[in-house]
Nanobody
């Protein structure tokens, strides 16, 4: 049974940092693609960052333009966990953050319709 559980959200001041975690089970991170999405108040869900592997070895990462240089995605296969390090946070980063898993074959990483399983989400609020 595939499960995803996000954690690490909270309230942070502008310019601060948070690290989100996505704990996974029921599949191998070595063959899956994990993407973080977010949905802010009154906004559509958008893809933020993705990490995928090929043959369990090469790692590929992708970022939305709005978070490039500020966010960093990584994974720990031994812990079955994917992380999203968020630095230099801005009020517009306020959203519920979700992780989602996609199994091969992979197509558009930013298309939420490609993903079959989702976590419950974790709230990130950036405010002074």
């Amino acid at each position: 049974q595939v499960q995803l559980v996000e954690s690490g959200g909270g309230l942070v001041q502008p310019g601060g940092s948070l690290r989100l975690s996505c704990g996974t089970s029921g599949f191998s991170l070595r063959v899956a693609r994990i993407t973080w999405f977010r949905q802010g108040p009154g906004k559509e869900r958008e893809a933020v960052s993705c990490i995928s592997s090929r043959d369990g070895w090469a790692t590929f990462t992708y970022y939305a333009d709005s978070v490039k240089g500020r966010y960093s995605i990584s994974r720990d296969n031994a812990k079955n966990t994917v992380y999203l390090q968020m630095n230099s946070l801005k009020p517009e980063d306020t959203a519920v953050y979700y992780c989602a898993v996609d199994l091969p074959p992979f197509r558009r990483w930013y298309d939420s319709g490609e993903y079959d399983y989702w976590g419950q989400g974790t709230q990130v609020t950036v405010s002074s």
